[in-house]
């Protein structure tokens, strides 16, 4: 955030030019001040000096530099206290499942720390099926009172294909046999055995039980135990029922442990409060204090045992309690979540869902990973390596040069990247990271980057979260960013339709939508979420209009071999270096090899002779005639691709590009999904360019200026019909209720919003030549946002939420939102500190580094299989 320059009104003219002499901090000179290179009071004698407050000092500091050292302090306060949790407690989220959670505002449970998948019947049966294919025993006891039939029930209710009568064959397979004492279920098929042993309180015959079922040898067995004593209902809990209570639940000890000791689970359910008023009369007697009484002593009789007291379900039923059946019978809608976190605990592990992180182990590393993380290693113990060289010959008096130009540069580089702040390194290592160093250094940053990336997604280090929509959630993070947006205006330098300051609002406000509707999984509506593909159109139709436009006016001067590689290397690179870090392909960041794809296209069809230019046009009209056949021949080989999948499949599986365009599963399905959706987006972008370029030409309209694009009567007509445009999609989005056919429409009718909303955003002088420089921050480093999001912001490879904090959900997304967005500003600055040793100026360097990189992607290629 800038400081503008404050002058006495009477002394503008008197300024000492030595008072202004300075790059960086607060000096003096020539009676005045300047604070941070910014002049403030006057030279003159009659002038009124004016001393900075302390207010000027606070916004000096407002900038992102400063930003990004509280965003380190933040991820080391973080790293320090999730450290300590995980020494305290352990990492296995296991015991975050079992223990607590809260219900979020779709009466959904959110387990503490870790996510829930929801598994249906086929998830079920294709965890059991899996494991059985192993030869695994899927077992399962349950043993307690009414209560613990009810959730035996909803169990198995999960396994059944069809309702199942009493010794009933379910495809052959499966039976449930019912009697007083035990229901059972078996699936032969699923090796599946699932029991409910009737127990009102601990008993002789109950222990002998317990100790056959040991002798059974029933491996990776999972008890589901809770029980009080008869006499529950008649009350009168004295303090001498709460003592044999206690010796009776101890008897359950030796069982347990050696049921553990064959690797089975043993969960202890806790009895259930109730609803006193809607209890029946043979209920009357029960109260809440007594149930809470018997559960404080069961909690201290296994808190120092194998056995796991199930605390989570009784925060379920305990959430649940207005809605309890007859005051203390919970409903079907508990007794799902309670099933939910016993398939959770039970398969996760095996099943690897992208949103079950609970109980589930961390990812593996691989050897490419090792690799990667090896060289960053180097590079870091080279810098320091170069920092203490530095340090201790500056400790020896020695006088540490700087090169002018690394000097120009880095003033440059800071009002860039950070606000418009910088200055000359006054102190050893500043030195080192604005000389020799800087390319090094700026390889190390990463390499902690990505290290922070890696234990934010890849372990279970900091805690994750299910996402949760809800019209609230949404809409209101939304119109925060717009009234900030709003807020955040000013006159911009150009008067030009879709300027450079217009173009980074619009990638800003359309990046900052989109990551609300990841955020929040607002997919679930479709309204949401085909407006939301629209807005990743318009980044794509915006991609082949500015590119286009950059040809039209250039000519093509310079290098454009050399633009189309740096232009690969700014959107590509971070993603290929992920790629390498977190273990995942390259198609995983879909929209950076969907925007790779198009930038290939259009320099492919752009430098196809003859290069059109706004110049070209006017020496050869023919020209006109080249560009339309250029466009015409776009979107035919477009089409024949789009009418042919067997075509497009036998191009785009061919080794060894092969590898780029499909999932981890080896399935070019999400390719060509994403390409179908906007397989025109790009091609109309250049043909709206090529129009809009020719009608100003011809001037059709005038853009050099503040004023209106046309007359006002033509304004009226003009400014409708974009309104009526942009109207049609929006209830086109309503009216469509099929995702399919919706997209499939969407393909050929994104241009009409599109480019209603640029006429609603220029015909108007005053809203053309204003902009949201909040928006366009954004716009500058929307790329790095975007595929940041995936690891440090979002968790589970998107599915789910980071969690810093526990506990204030709100509070949490507001700091990882502010380390996301200081991390994605370092990556862009460090791109483009990069960029000039990758790809220079010279095309013939260009192709050489080019060359090494290809090398370097042989070993890896290899071992992918890609050739």
């Known amino acids: 955030m800038e400081l503008r320059e404050l002058r006495a009104s009477g002394s503008a003219g008197n300024i000492s030019s030595s008072s202004c002499n300075s790059n960086s901090g607060i000096s003096v000179g020539g009676g005045g001040v300047e604070l941070g290179g910014i002049c403030i009071g006057s030279a003159g004698g009659g002038g009124v000096q004016r001393v900075p407050t302390k207010a000027d000092l606070f916004m000096e500091q407002l900038n992102a530099t400063n930003a990004k050292k509280v965003a380190l302090l933040l991820v080391l306060g973080f790293v320090l206290y999730h450290g300590l949790l995980n020494w305290n407690y352990g990492s296995d989220s296991c015991q975050w499942l079992l223990s607590k959670g809260r219900f979020k505002g779709d009466n959904e449970w959110q387990p503490y720390g870790c996510m829930v998948h929801k598994y249906s019947l086929t998830d079920t049966r294709r965890c059991l099926r899996y494991l059985a294919f192993f030869d695994n025993k899927n077992n399962f006891v349950f043993i307690g009172d009414e209560s613990v039939r009810l959730l035996y029930e909803r169990f198995i209710e999960q396994l059944r294909q069809l309702p199942l009568s009493s010794d009933e064959d379910n495809n052959g397979s499966s039976r449930a046999h019912d009697d007083r004492a035990a229901v059972r279920f078996e699936d032969n098929k699923l090796h599946m055995l699932a029991q409910y042993i009737r127990a009102d309180e601990v008993s002789p015959a109950l222990i002998d039980r317990l100790y056959r079922l040991e002798t059974e040898k029933q491996l990776s067995s999972v008890y589901v135990v809770g029980l009080t004593y008869s006499g529950l209902l008649g009350g009168n809990i004295t303090e001498e029922v709460l003592r044999q209570y206690s010796a009776n639940l101890t008897l359950l000890v030796a069982p347990f442990h050696r049921l553990v000791a064959q690797t089975s689970r043993v969960l202890w359910k806790l009895a259930d409060r109730v609803d006193e008023e809607k209890l029946p009369v043979a209920w009357k007697l029960l109260i809440n204090e007594d149930i809470d009484r018997l559960n404080y002593v069961a909690r201290n009789v296994f808190r120092y045992t194998e056995a796991t007291v199930w605390e989570s379900a009784w925060h379920i039923a305990n959430g649940l309690l207005d809605a309890a059946i007859d005051g203390h019978q919970l409903c079907a809608h508990g007794q799902r979540l309670e099933v939910q976190l016993l398939w959770n605990m039970y398969c996760n592990d095996y099943m690897n869902y992208n949103d079950g992180t609970c109980c589930s182990s961390s990812e593996p590393h691989t050897t490419l990973q090792i690799v990667a993380y090896a060289l960053f290693g180097v590079c870091m113990t080279l810098v320091c ?435 996301f967005v200081c991390v994605s500003h370092e990556v862009h600055r460090l791109t483009h500190i990069l960029l000039p040793y990758a790809v220079p100026n010279d095309w013939r360097l260009v192709m050489r580094n080019f060359v090494i990189f290809l090398i370097v992607l042989i070993p890896v290629a290899r071992s992918d299989g890609m050739f």
């Not at 929040?520 to 318009?538: D, E, F």
Request: with cysteine.
């Open 385 to 819: 390596g170069m920092c203490l060289r530095r340090w201790l010959l500056h400790l020896r008096g020695h006088t540490l040069y700087v090169p002018l130009q690394q000097h120009q540069q880095e003033p440059h580089q800071h009002q860039t990247n950070s606000g418009g702040r910088g200055g000359a390194p006054t102190h050893a290592l500043s030195a080192l990271i604005t000389d020799y160093g800087t390319p090094m250094v700026a390889l190390s940053l990463l390499g902690l980057i990505m290290a922070y990336f890696y234990v934010c997604d890849r372990t279970n280090f900091f805690m994750k979260e299910n996402k949760y929509y809800s019209e609230f959630s949404f809409w209101i993070p939304v119109g925060y960013v717009f009234a900030l947006g709003l807020f955040f205006t000013e006159d911009s330098r150009f008067t030009k339709v879709l300027n450079r300051d217009q173009t980074d609002e619009l990638r800003g406000w359309i990046l900052l939508v989109v990551l609300i509707y990841y955020m929040t999984g607002a997919q679930r509506v479709l309204p949401i979420h085909m407006h939301i593909k629209l807005l990743i159109s318009g980044y794509f139709f915006l991609t082949g209009y500015t590119h286009f436009t950059h040809l039209w006016q250039t000519g093509g001067s310079g290098s454009l071999f050399v633009r189309f590689f740096q232009a690969m290397f700014r959107v590509n690179f971070l993603s290929v270096l992920l790629c390498f870090c977190m273990n995942r392909p390259y198609q995983f960041y879909y929209f950076v090899p969907l925007l790779s794809f198009w930038l290939c296209i259009v320099y492919f069809v752009l430098s196809l002779p003859p290069r059109i230019s706004s110049a070209s046009v006017d020496s050869n009209p023919l020209h006109y005639l080249y560009l339309v056949c250029k466009c015409i021949g776009c979107l035919g080989v477009i089409t024949v691709l789009f009418m042919s999948e067997v075509f497009f499949e036998r191009i785009f599986v061919t080794r060894p590009w092969k590898a780029l365009f499909v999932t981890t599963d080896d399935d070019l399905h999400e390719w060509w999904h994403q390409w179908k959706l906007d397989r025109y987006t790009v091609t109309f972008g250049m043909m709206y360019a090529a129009c809009f370029h020719i009608a100003q030409k011809y001037n059709v309209f005038d853009d050099n200026n503040h004023g209106n694009l046309f007359a006002r009567r033509t304004s009226i007509s003009v400014t409708l019909l974009a309104l009526l445009g942009v109207g049609i999609y929006t209830s086109f989005s309503f009216l469509c209720r099929n995702v399919q056919n919706c997209e499939e429409i969407h393909s050929y009718i994104l241009f009409i919003p599109i480019v209603g909303y640029v006429v609603l955003r220029n015909i108007s002088g005053i809203l053309r030549t204003r902009y949201s420089s909040f928006f366009a921050w954004f716009g500058r480093i929307s790329l790095e946002l975007f595929v940041c999001q995936y690891h440090i912001w979002l968790a589970a490879d998107r599915h789910g939420v980071l969690v810093l904090l526990p506990g204030f959900p709100t509070l949490n997304m507001i700091i990882t939102s502010f380390i």
